[in-house]
Nanobody, 115 residues
Framework: QVQLVESGGGLVQPGESLRLSCAASGMVFSIYAMGWYRQAPGKQRELVAQISNGGSTKYADFVKGRFTISRDNAKKTGYLQMNSLKPEDTAVYYC?????????WGQGTQVTVSS
């Protein structure tokens, strides 16, 4: 079955960096678009960044210039490089893959930015 496993979250200070990974299994990863979403306490889940199966990327305005989404289809893994982290980036980050009405989610990884 399809499985997505996020990793790389943690506690960092403002201005520091983290790299999240999303390891996929049980599907042909390369044909899916992939996205990273986040959900802070008391808020709705929101899109952070997306990458198409062809490699085109899209970012939320609040992360442009700080975050970079990428994918390695051979490794069936997606990444989110997060630089210049801010306290408002604190949230659970989720990986999503989707195509043609199919959508799958990982379990999430906690990112906390605090001094």
């Amino acid at each position: 079955q399809v499985q997505l496993v996020e990793s790389g979250g943690g506690l960092v200070q403002p201005g520091e960096s983290l790299r999240l990974s999303c390891a996929a299994s049980g599907m042909v990863f390369s044909i899916y678009a992939m996205g990273w979403y986040r959900q802070a306490p008391g808020k709705q889940r929101e899109l952070v960044a997306q990458i198409s199966n062809g490699g085109s990327t899209k970012y939320a305005d609040f992360v442009k210039g700080r975050f970079t989404i990428s994918r390695d289809n051979a490794k069936k893994t997606g990444y989110l490089q997060m630089n210049s982290l801010k306290p408002e980036d604190t949230a659970v980050y989720y990986c999503n893959i989707a195509r043609m009405g199919e959508s799958y989610w990982g379990q999430g990884t906690q990112v906390t930015v605090s001094s």
